[in-house]
């Protein structure tokens, strides 16, 4: 045997005690998030007619859910729940416009995001992009988690070439730079910044939304394809977006960070029918509507290593990224208000199914004050209701129109109304709706904590 001095004993546990918490260190987590991008979006998924090698790439690296589901058929409702695991309604996010609704478009005080959690635990938190979640002194992302932002509140400006962009509490605007590019090496930048620590990154692109502009030769090339001006600039964005994506990934790659990064990607809701129809799966309805095109979108987490690419056919929401996370990055964490959300870190792991828990989900939407009578829609396994879309105008009236059902395994397009047929179903489901209504309505109209109170969270 060879007798070891002292120092090289201790230098030898040093290194075995630096291999091991190398082995426990925390994930990072990247959170992408596109804006009115559909399933259908994908060059996978739509014969090469768009251009998404990267995030194609992606998909074939993740665990894919083919049954993803935005809590909001609307961006700012989508984004309030899937930062808080809660239902939009809950959260104080209801409608979209933060100037004219400003009580409508905040989340409450006391509302917890998964930037305050993971921040708590020794992550370094940041959004690059859009929030969307409350506007003013107090109700940027600062206030919620994020150590650091570097985007816009509600919307960037007139065009993507010319916008204004919020560094922490300063805005300036920037002429001549693309916005897609530019949140792209912001977020590269944040990578970099970070890299020797566990980072939360939220990453909330502002493509495809409108006022769509891209530059002159990616949109021709689009419309040497047949595609009119508005759909060849939609997948111009994406493209970019795609590009810009990559390269965050190389990044990682380049960091050798990649391993311990764990990337979600998804979009906030359906493709906006103001810019035009294009192909999305002949799923019904678009972004507005809480039909399948509205609120059905892609979802991919990858992790390498540590996740199996594959596909997952049960139903997930956007109430569950919430709890994953936290069970991903292996926090202890009890909530002081009741989650939403449900844990896929089993489903990604493969060591359950997402069928084996999904319970029934929701959603309603419209402009104002919520109208649980309009637009609203509950899944129950195969079955879907939906209290018919009557109008975008603000605070509609109440609607009477009939409930509608759907199979969705035998009709995932919503093309046959089947409620003639299953009465008692009808019934049963449109209850439930109204019990939810009256739950989250209750939730949302709770009083509203002192300042003091929300200044100590």
């Known amino acids: 045997m060879h007798a070891y001095s002292p120092i090289v004993s201790l230098l030898v546990s040093l290194i075995i005690c630096s291999l091991a918490q190398a082995t426990n260190t925390p994930p990072n987590v990247i959170l992408i998030l596109a804006d009115d991008m559909a399933v259908g979006d994908f060059a996978s998924a739509n014969g090469g007619q768009s251009e998404t090698p990267r995030l194609d790439q992606l998909a074939g690296q993740s665990v894919w859910f083919n049954q993803a589901y935005s809590a909001s058929c609307v961006c700012a409702p989508a984004r309030a729940a899937m930062l808080t695991g809660r239902y939009p309604h809950r959260t104080g996010v209801v409608t979209l416009n933060v100037t004219k609704y400003p009580e409508l478009t ?8 998964i930037a305050e959690v993971l921040k708590a635990n020794g992550y370094s938190t940041g959004l690059i992009g859009k929030w969307h979640c409350g506007e003013g002194k107090g109700h940027t992302p600062l206030a919620h988690g994020f150590d650091e932002f570097e985007g816009f509140c509600g919307t960037p400006g007139p065009s993507y070439f010319q916008y204004h962009l919020q560094v922490g509490e300063e805005k300036t605007l920037i002429d001549g730079k693309y916005l897609t590019e530019d949140i792209t090496e912001r977020a590269i930048q944040f990578v970099r910044r970070h890299r ?42 994406i493209e970019i977006m795609d590009r810009g994506i990559g390269e965050l990934l190389d990044e990682l790659d380049h960091l050798g960070i990649a391993d311990n990064t764990i990337v979600i990607f998804a979009s906030d809701n359906g493709p906006d029918p103001l810019t035009g129809q294009r192909w999305n799966h002949d799923l019904q309805g678009m972004k507005y509507e809480v039909y399948e095109g509205g609120i059905r979108v892609p979802l991919m987490v ?21 709890p994953t996370i936290i069970d991903l990055a292996g926090i202890e964490y009890s909530p002081a208000q009741p989650l939403d959300g449900h844990s896929l870190a089993d489903v990604l792991t493969g060591s359950s199914k997402a069928a084996d828990f999904s319970p029934p989900r929701f959603w309603q939407w419209n402009r104002g004050v919520p109208n ?84 100590g969270r």
Request: proline share 7%; hydrophobic share 35%; aromatic share 10%.
């Open 302 to 322: 990858r992790w390498p290593k540590k996740l199996s690419p594959k596909k997952v056919s049960g139903v997930v929401h956007f109430v569950d990224l919430f």
């Open 372 to 455: 649980y009578t309009h637009n609203a829609a509950m899944r129950d396994g195969d079955w879907k209701l939906v209290r018919p879309y009557v109008t975008r105008a603000f605070n509609p009236i109440d609607s009477r129109r009939t409930p509608l059902l759907f199979n969705l395994a035998d009709d995932p397009e919503e093309h046959h109304n089947v409620a003639d047929q299953h009465v008692d179903r009808v019934i049963q489901m449109n209850r439930a709706i109204s019990e939810w209504s009256q739950s989250i309505e209750a939730d949302r109209l709770r009083a509203k904590p002192t300042s003091d109170a929300a200044s």
């Open 196 to 237: 020797n620590e566990p980072f939360f990154l939220h990453l909330a692109h502002y493509a495809p939304h409108r006022p769509l502009n891209a530059p002159e030769n990616i949109v021709a090339k689009y419309g040497a394809r047949g595609f009119s001006t508005s759909t060849a600039t939609i997948y111009a964005m």
């Open 106 to 113: 905040r989340l409450q005080d006391d509302e917890i995001t």
